[in-house]
């Protein structure tokens, strides 16, 4: 099973379908909670409904431990009993799942990696340039790909159906957005300030950046990202230089501070700090501490 692989593992509006169905209808059988999601219905394609099921039985979402599925815990209480503001919920919970230590335990396998595929294709988007990476075709993703991967074995998008799947996940998921497809994990960081940053007060900037990777693990210094960041090849990949910030969390934290939902500090005694990096690596602006500001005025 690959979660990239859409035809044969289900898509995430078909997963929405049958959540709202759940907390709609509450417990149901296998067989006829997949029927008010519309199997048997004439003139609709239901073949993405049963795989979508086992796909996220297999990744924890739900269960049918007495024949009835349900919402696993502790995601059910998460999510309430109101379908509207479930699905509202429901993208926070998802990138939980996908991203969790339990689904990538077989990193770099290619069959039955859980999720393991998707975090690998996030990481390896999510360390490029933004501002010159070519997203308009596999064919460009391809070339790119090949360029950096030192072991081709371990490449992400080995076909056009990978990547159409990565692209749909990451905008789903928050770590793009756009028909023609930007690299931007706004939306994925946004949902997760207050993880992040439970208080008002500032904090170093260089602990914002492990609190980001521990629970963002394919964005700078995260777990999978790192994992991927080793097979690219020095030639043809730029590492960071310390203390800088990728583009594309650059882009992310500046995106945020415009929206004053977030706002950098840079205090003259400061140790250390971060440095966000703009178009063409050019320095943005350095930053030694970093803080949620109590009054707010986000745009979604």
């Known amino acids: 099973m690959s979660v990239l692989n859409q035809a044969s593992d289900g898509q995430y509006n078909v997963l929405i379908t049958l959540v709202r169905a759940l907390i709609r209808f509450g417990p149901r059988e296998r067989s006829e909670l997949l029927a008010l999601c519309g199997t048997g219905i004439s003139g609709f394609d239901t073949t993405r409904i049963n795989p979508t099921y086992v796909r996220w039985t297999e990744l924890g979402l739900i269960e049918a431990p007495d024949g009835l599925t349900v919402i696993s815990e502790p995601y059910r209480s998460r999510l309430g009993k109101d379908a509207d503001k479930a699905e509202a919920l429901l993208r926070p919970i998802v990138r939980e799942i996908l991203l969790s230590d339990a689904n990538n335990q077989r990193f770099w396998e290619s069959e039955a990696n859980k999720s393991a595929d998707l975090s690998r294709g996030l990481s390896w988007l999510l360390a490029q340039d933004v501002y010159s990476i070519d997203t308009s075709s596999h064919a460009k993703i391809e070339d790119l790909e090949k360029s950096q991967v030192n072991d081709q074995s371990k490449r992400m998008m080995q076909n056009d159906t990978r990547w159409i799947g990565l692209r749909t996940w990451a905008v789903f998921l928050g770590f793009g957005r756009g028909e023609n497809f930007v690299v931007d994990p706004t939306v994925a960081l946004r949902d997760n300030l207050l993880t992040i940053l439970p208080g008002n007060d500032a904090i170093p900037a260089q602990e914002f950046l492990a609190r980001t990777a521990n629970v963002l693990p394919v964005l700078d210094q995260g777990a999978y990202r790192l994992k991927i960041e080793e097979v690219l ?64 005025q986000g745009a979604r």
Not at 238 to 265: F, K
Request: aromatic share 4%; no cysteine.
């Open 233 to 296: 090849k020095d030639s043809a990949w730029s590492p960071l230089e310390d203390q800088r910030v990728s583009t594309s969390l650059s882009r992310a934290i500046q995106r945020l501070v415009q929206t004053r939902e977030l706002a950098l500090e840079q205090k003259a005694d400061a140790e250390s700090g971060l440095q966000l990096t703009g178009l063409n690596g050019r320095a943005w602006r350095s930053f030694s501490h970093i803080r949620r500001p109590a009054n707010k």
